[in-house]
């Protein structure tokens, strides 16, 4: 079983429809973050979070450390949000940084 | 406030070659780490300096390999290319005053012919 699990795969959704991506983790951790790469390659980093909810703009993250799962959502979906949506969560066996990521989720909106 | 700077962006290398990538991270961030993106395997940690030193290493052959300078630069190398390095290198920087959190380079698309 994968460290971190992210659902679905793919979406493809109609612009303005709100969207829900899902991430699941099977070990501790300090914070998650959720991360959105763009053809090309580059990679934006778009929440991290350690509890409860973050929002900005039409995105919102959200964390259940009980649970070990995470969301995001985009509200009101627009074609520029078409990327790959990754999760990733940092090792807490280890000092420093390293991340274990999610095999992302590729979103398409269409308008 | 300049980001993370990796070149080159783009790289097409022979197979037996080395080949040096590097990275310049946010001024003031002092742990840069590097990530391999695969299709096949998504994205991998390789290693994480800090304070020219490495602190965290990735389940990768000793072909990979890298350091960091005095100004926290970084440099990744990787010798005796194989078809299978084909990948998206990527590297992000963090600081405690981000509370840890990551800014990313553009990564530089190494293929290997």
Known sequence: KNEVEQSPQNLTAQEGEFITINCSYSVGISALHWLQQ????????????????????RLIATIN????????????????????????????QTSGSRLTFGEGTQLTVNP | KAGVTQTPRYLIKTRGQQVTLSCSPISGHRSVSWYQQ??????????????????????????????????????????TLELGDSALYLCASSSPATNYGYTFGSGTRLTVV
């Open chain 1, 38 to 57: 763009h053809p090309g390659g580059g990679i934006v980093s778009l929440f991290m979070l350690s509890s409860g909810k973050k929002k900005h703009g």
């Open chain 2, 38 to 79: 695969t299709p096949g395997q998504g994205l991998q940690f390789l290693f994480e300096y800090f304070s020219e030193t490495q602190r965290n290493k990735g389940n990768f052959p000793g072909r990979f390999s890298g350091r960091q300078f005095s100004n926290s630069r970084s440099e990744m190398n990787v010798s």
């Open chain 1, 65 to 92: 450390i009980q649970e070990k799962h995470s969301s995001l959502h985009i509200t009101a979906s627009h074609p520029r949000d078409s990327a790959v949506y990754i999760c990733a969560v940092p090792s807490l």
